[in-house]
């Protein structure tokens, strides 16, 4: 063990740190601690009790965040749940922990080393969000056909199985919830959204069931006895109407004396305050009139002295406003493109040919060219994504004549991508033509030495040279 303090190795028995004096045993306790939540994640995990399991490793890396056996178990249960960005990042954060001797090093490795796999893991994410959007706007047959692709490609994606349970309960469907649910159970048995949900079907089939058998049972309200009232021996006595003339007579000449004697003081009183309250509401509206008055001239004063600073500015710097025009018109359909949710391609592009045709000769400006440049590498890397994505889905479709063009396309936008380079020197290489595919597999080698891909690009050159 180390010390938390000075990182320096302790002997096992002792309780305080040799070198800065630092107390352990709390520390120690708390080690105790995570280890014991994290062995009851290990047990529920090992029953597919994963809900509970994700319960249990969280609280054990509250107490510990750098117990990278319950991070990596974190990890794998969420794997197992289908949401393979969380158990990546899991496995990414144990590794910066423990760099050396950890399993998240063999688990990023195994899931990484298919692009394909894990690209398609992402598309499904995206296609789930999607699904998503179109069941709260009560679109359910798009809903459930995109559940259903999403699911086809990650069959344990839990979130989506339980969403396409939900529309389908929704729409009365509860044999398909119920399949759904059941397949749920078994890749997580104590999921609680899915005990929830069959808890419901539960109900409604059998309200649906049972009918009206109870119909003709009589409710203790229509019965005989809710018009039984019950007897007391109270009797009233004769009225004695001379006892409340007395009583009438009193309140009506109490009313009288204080309507003439108390009610003419109180309208003085009011009025009077409400005269008082009425000058100093004038005194403050004339005092706040004058402020805004001077304010409004000191505004028309700055402003006077603003347009004559622009003037005097595009005057020595020789240029006018209208050379920023189509760059101000680009801005603000950029922050109009960044407020739609998921962008089309065609959109995308549009965006690139706007700002393409927008002059930048005449804007010498450095923070007017900065910013044309980071929105143009945005939307080219938006852009040569998507292309990319399409490429690599025909590629591993073994489709490469349908594949080429939609990879060049991607490497217009993003020329510099690895994966790029590399896709279209095997769609090259397959399609026989080796000038093509060695040019992309040097240029491969040269720009991205660091690359895993340089190293396959290597080999195929290899092969290349070695056959001519």
């Known amino acids: 063990m180390n010390c938390p303090r000075c990182g320096q190795a302790i002997t096992r028995w002792r309780k305080r740190c040799e070198f800065c004096g630092q107390d352990i045993s709390v520390y120690e306790r708390l080690q105790r601690l995570s280890n ?188 005989g006895l809710s018009q039984m009232v019950p007897v007391n021996s109270y009797q009233e006595d004769k009225p004695n109407f001379m006892a409340f003339l007395t009583f009438f007579l009193g309140i009506l000449i109490g009313v009288a004396v204080i309507y003439y004697m108390a009610v003419p003081n109180i309208r003085k009183s009011i009025m009077a305050e409400y005269n008082q309250k009425e000058r100093d509401y004038s005194a403050v509206i004339s005092s706040k009139d004058v402020t805004i008055s001077s304010l409004e001239s000191n505004i028309r004063i700055l402003e006077s002295k603003i347009d004559d600073l622009e003037r005097t500015l595009r005057q020595e710097e020789g240029y006018t406003l209208t050379d920023y025009g189509p760059l101000i018109e680009q801005l603000y359909l950029y922050q109009m493109y960044e407020k739609v949710e998921e962008p089309s391609m065609e959109q995308t592009e549009a965006m690139i040919e706007g700002l393409e045709a927008v002059d930048m000769s005449k804007i010498t400006d450095v923070a007017a060219v900065s910013l044309y440049e980071s929105m143009e590498q945005e939307l080219k890397t938006k852009a040569g994504a998507y292309y990319l994505a399409q490429g690599m889905e025909l590629y591993a479709q073994d489709n490469k004549e349908a594949a080429l063009p939609v990879l060049e396309q991607a490497y217009l936008y993003i020329p510099g991508e690895p994966e790029v380079l590399y896709h279209l020197a095997r769609i090259y290489h397959g399609l026989g033509d080796l000038e093509q595919a060695m040019a992309l597999y040097e240029t491969l080698i040269a720009e991205h030495k660091e690359s895993t891909r340089s190293q396959e690009a290597q080999t195929y050159l290899d092969y290349i040279k070695a056959a001519q």
């Open 36 to 223: 014991s939540f994290y062995n009851k994640g290990l047990e529920r995990a090992k029953v597919r009790d994963l809900s509970g399991a994700i319960v249990m490793l969280k609280k054990s890396l509250e107490i510990n965040k750098e117990n990278t056996e319950a991070r990596n178990l974190l990890g794998l249960v969420y794997f197992e749940m289908g949401e393979v960005v969380a158990a990546i990042s899991e496995w990414v954060i144990s590794q910066n922990f423990q760099p050396e001797d950890n399993k998240a090093a063999y688990f990023l490795k195994k899931v990484q080393s298919d692009t394909v796999a894990f690209d398609s893991m992402n598309q499904t994410i995206k296609k789930y969000n999607i699904a998503l959007a179109n069941a709260r706007r009560q679109d359910d047959d798009l809903a459930v056909l995109q559940l259903k692709r999403v699911i086809s490609v990650n069959p344990k994606f839990i979130q989506a199985l339980l969403l396409l349970a939900l529309v389908y309960l929704r729409n009365c469907e509860y044999e398909k919830a119920k399949r759904c649910l059941v397949r749920v159970q078994k890749i997580d048995v104590g999921n609680v959204m899915a005990l929830r949900y069959l808890e419901e079907i539960r109900l409604n089939t059998q309200q649906g069931g049972q009918g009206n058998s109870d119909s003709g049972k009589e409710s203790p309200e229509s019965s």
